[in-house]
């Protein structure tokens, strides 16, 4: 069954066109007041008013630059439904932080992380609130090699109205194109997966006026659920939200602290909004950061971990490199790390979480042992390209014949 380009094309331009038409635009920020900060962790918000203005549309640049941007916008009355901020600031990087990324505060509290990964903000707000905006930007860097500006423009700010069926149906299109990719060439699902996308879309109102367009997406959300066989909808995936963050790499540490506290954020607004998220962090020395440098996202920590949504465990201080230590360097990151875990959350750490360290040593097994440490867990030995593992999930044996 070959791939169908022109049906997954339509599909797939169906689905960009949702990722925009899902939302109604209520207010449209024109331009904010901004100004400079001096990049230090945990800084509190800047009084920007008066000062210098930032259109929709200017650029703005830097190498590891921070400034501040701030608006008050109103929600109109009578607008009704769930209100959103939808943000475009410039573009972001991949892993090496080459790009911008932004702590949005809401009416003075840290709220969320806004980047181009995280452009959609929940505001928990309703018909004539006044919203107090205001953004930390920090340009990025380059990912390594010689400093280099970055530069970026504010290309959206606005308050919306999310459709609720017009959300869901751009999500299913993508699964039911995703899977399709996916799927071997001689599996009949596949095509079913094409088929069911192209009706549903069929049933979408694309001639009439928006509001027309939103209603039919309905149709369509419920033609493709009832196209799942009751035995199919048995099938329940259950995963845990985790973020990795080197602790050093290609950053400065004060950047970790500010990442830790946007992803933090971040957090903190999908369990709002999703009861039955569930979240893990695993290194000691970043709630520290977050603990010294924004305490009211510290406190939400402690909030989730109480309500059994949020684990803090990991059992070290960081995700230390284990070639050049001594065995009294790795004894001590245990200890400082269960440590702070017991004492700041009542969290005793039972594994070791080192997913992205180069080489492990021999004596772990027998230090973890030691520790009250019985399972350790990496993804680093599924990159040796000389010795494949021929398992993932096994006994580990030390030394001295302790097993973990």
């Not at 901004?34 to 000062?51: I, Q, Y």
């Not at 972001?92 to 806004?114: D, H, I, K």
């Not at 920090?138 to 970055?150: H, Y």
Request: proline letters at 4%.
């Amino acid at each position: 069954m070959p791939f169908d380009f022109h049906a997954y094309e339509k599909i797939r331009r169906a689905a960009m066109r949702l990722k925009e038409d899902r939302w109604s635009t209520i207010s449209e920020i024109k331009s904010f007041y901004t100004a400079s900060d001096d990049g230090k962790p945990g800084a509190k918000p800047v009084d920007c008013t008066g000062k210098e203005q930032m259109a929709l549309h200017d650029r703005w640049s830097g190498y590891n630059k921070y400034i501040w941007i701030e608006a008050s916008v109103k929600v109109p009355d009578g607008v009704d439904g769930d209100i959103w901020g939808c943000f475009d600031f410039g573009i972001t990087g991949g892993g090496g932080n080459s790009g911008f990324e932004s702590l949005m505060y809401l009416n003075g509290e840290p709220w969320q992380g806004v980047d181009q990964n995280h452009s959609d903000v929940p505001l928990n707000a309703k018909a004539g609130d006044t919203l107090h905006l205001q953004f930390r930007l920090w340009s990025g860097m380059n990912g390594g090699g010689f400093p280099q500006e970055r530069e970026h423009r504010i290309n959206r700010a606005e308050l919306a109205v999310l459709d609720p069926w017009a959300d869901k149906l751009y999500y299913l299109l993508n699964n039911l194109l995703d899977m399709y990719k996916e799927l071997d060439e001689n599996d009949p699902e596949k095509e079913r997966m094409l088929d069911m996308a192209q009706c549903a879309w069929d049933l979408v109102d694309t001639f009439s006026d928006k509001e027309a367009f939103l209603k039919s997406t309905q149709k369509a959300v419920e033609y493709i659920q009832s196209k799942f066989s009751e035995e199919e909808k048995k099938v329940t995936v259950n995963a845990v939200g985790h973020t990795h963050i080197d602790t050093a790499w290609l950053w400065r540490l004060d950047n970790t602290r500010e990442k830790c506290a946007r992803s933090f954020s971040t957090v903190n607004r999908l369990m709002d909004r999703y009861p039955e998220y569930i979240f893990m962090h695993t290194q000691a020395q970043q709630y520290d950061f977050i603990k010294h440098d924004y305490p009211k996202i510290y406190e939400n920590i402690k909030k989730r971990v109480k309500e059994g949504r949020w684990e803090p465990a990991g059992g070290m201080w960081v995700e230390c490199d284990c070639n050049l230590p001594s065995g009294e360097s790795l004894s001590r990151q245990i200890l400082y790390g269960t440590r702070f875990f017991e004492e700041e959350f009542s969290n005793k750490s039972t594994f070791l979480w080192l997913p992205d360290v180069f080489g492990y040593s021999a004596a772990l097994p027998q230090i973890l042992q030691k520790c009250e440490i019985d399972t350790f867990i990496t993804t680093k030995i599924s990159w040796n390209d000389q010795n494949r593992m021929p398992y993932d999930t096994f006994v580990w044996k030390g030394i001295d014949g302790t097993n973990v």
